[in-house]
């Protein structure tokens, strides 16, 4: 399978976009501006405790409060409070906690105010996001991700990940974990930490271990609210979770962040640096690569599929609901019971791949085509969880319901990624200009444009558009170029409305 990462970067924020063989799988955004990111470690500052609630309203510099229930404390409360307050004071000048004495942990089932109060410093890491009208939700049992190893201070478990299935594996992995983490801190061992030789994990647990001592300096001096560590920007920490030998390119828009990604790389895999790339070319990187017409095509409220069938996405307050729909697809099977079964596999696979795209969270109840027999229920089970795989979002699928409903739960720790498809009727009469009425248009800004300016142009304009105006030998684009002398280069765009257009110098820079 061929793995590509395409990133568009411009004056806001960066959109990153996976293709797995060209099809679009995963879709992120970064705003440049984000205070809030899952793994942003604060020295905060409690607010008060709800004893009714066994929670907390904390203080990180948010809109909204963060909350911190009594679950998301840690066992190790005291052990951090207690390096906290030693720090902060000075008292505490090494930080790799071999000589710090570990207090006794807290009771599992025990209350919240009875080990903070209100106006106390607290270190807590974000976990989930602000979403809608909820402020972000912490955790003060932290943990510093690396390539290999999640770092885990004040314990002393390492555990290895679930999806590594070999029980010889984990003994291998377990042991040289213990051969080189440090006194009082634990590790969970990552997926791609699989067949890895002892100085690969010595590497990346000696780069989370300096993330660690950037914490505990900048402690020294913090005036709370205020972030102590920030998770790596999203180019490196969608490297660093998903990268493998199946990356084929790394493309970006943005030399800094080509800078940025040749950098990381070098330091995970030096043999793949090469296929960090920037995108030269005058069409935008997501025209280029295709990414807009897939975004089009799968962020609408009705999804197509292929052999006619489609899917329908509804989102209400509580839940999200997709209902499969069989289409007007030709019935090649030999019973109806074969075609339902057909339609729901293909569905199974573009609903594991819409949640992941979407970052659906929250609860998702599917109503298939309903199944007459228990063995296709089964099958469909069974493959839908296998599809369901490859999200790397904590999630679970529950079998059929009698009423032949799967109800799936998948964790949410960011907002849903939603992006307008329809467009508004560019005509007030409910009819739709053809491109020929917008060609006096353009000609009348080209007309003003080539008054002031000696050079060739390029004008950007809708699909449909660039498609009317460089169609046949007499096309306009070609009347255009003899009545100006100058060349005059279409580029198409996807993402444009239909009636939207731009022209642009040969610099790069917009004209009108």
């Known amino acids: 399978m061929k793995t590509e990462l395409i990133i568009r970067s411009n004056s806001s924020d960066i959109d990153f976009a996976l293709l797995k063989d060209g099809k679009l799988v995963e879709l992120h955004n970064e705003t440049l501006d984000n205070k809030f990111s899952v793994g942003d470690i604060f020295l905060a500052k409690i607010k008060k405790t709800l004893t009714g609630l066994n929670a907390a309203f904390v203080d990180v510099k948010s809109e909204k409060d963060a909350f911190l229930h009594y679950h998301d404390l840690g066992p190790q409360l005291l052990s951090l409070q207690k390096f906290t307050k030693q720090v902060r004071s000075g008292k505490l000048k090494e930080f790799n906690l071999k000589n710090f004495s570990a207090e006794k942990d807290i009771d599992k089932h025990g209350k919240i105010d009875q080990v903070i109060k209100a106006g106390q410093e607290l270190l807590v890491q974000v976990v989930k996001e602000p979403i809608s009208t909820k402020g972000p939700r912490i955790s003060s049992e932290l943990s510093i991700a690396g390539r290999y190893l999640v770092l885990v201070p004040f314990s002393n478990r390492i555990s290895v990940s679930q999806k590594i299935t070999s029980s010889k594996e984990k003994d291998r992995l377990k042991r040289l974990a213990k051969s080189i983490v440090p006194k009082g801190f634990g590790v969970i061992l990552r997926t791609v930490a699989q067949d890895i030789k002892v100085a690969e994990l010595d590497k990346d647990l000696q780069n989370t271990m300096q993330r660690w001592n950037i914490l505990c300096k900048k402690l020294q001096k913090a005036n709370p609210p205020v972030?102590?560590?920030?998770?790596?920007?999203?180019?490196?920490?969608?490297?660093?979770?998903?990268?493998?030998?199946?990356?084929?390119?790394?493309?970006?828009?943005?030399?800094?962040?080509?800078?940025?990604?040749?950098?990381?790389?070098?330091?995970?895999?030096?043999?793949?640096?090469?296929?960090?790339?920037l995108h030269r070319s005058k069409v935008p990187v997501f025209d280029y690569y295709g990414i807009e017409k897939q975004i089009k095509a799968l962020f609408g409220r009705t999804v197509s599929m292929k052999k006619g069938a489609y899917l329908v996405i509804e989102h209400t307050e509580a839940m999200h609901v997709i209902d499969v729909n069989s289409g007007n697809r030709s019935n090649k099977a030999n019973s109806q019971a074969e075609t339902a079964l057909e339609v729901n596999m293909i569905a199974a696979a573009e609903i594991a791949r819409q949640l992941q795209l979407r970052d659906m969270g929250g609860i998702i109840v599917v109503d298939f085509i309903d199944m007459h027999t228990a063995d296709h229920r089964k099958k469909l089970y069974d493959y839908l969880r296998e599809q369901m795989k490859s999200n790397r979002t904590k999630h679970k699928v529950l079998p059929p319901s009698k009423f032949g409903l799967i109800q799936i739960t998948r964790q949410r720790v960011r907002p849903e990624r939603n992006i307008a498809t329809i467009e508004q009727n560019p005509n007030i009469n409910g009819e739709v200009e053809a491109p020929i009425v917008l060609v006096d248009r353009i000609e009348e800004e080209l007309d003003k444009v080539f008054e002031k300016k000696n050079e060739s142009i390029d004008l950007h304009a809708h699909s449909f558009v660039a498609a009317f105006l460089t169609k046949g030998i007499m096309s306009q684009r070609f009347k255009w170029i003899l009545k100006y002398k100058k060349w005059i280069n279409i580029i198409p765009r996807d993402a444009f409305p239909y009636l939207e257009y731009k022209l642009y110098d040969k610099q790069g820079n917009i004209i009108r």
């Open 227 to 277: 972030k102590v560590l920030s998770e790596m920007n999203r180019a490196s920490s969608i490297l660093r979770d998903i990268f493998d030998d199946s990356f084929t390119s790394i493309v970006t828009n943005d030399e800094v962040l080509h800078q940025e990604v040749r950098e990381y790389l070098q330091k995970i895999a030096p043999d793949k640096e090469s296929i960090a790339k």
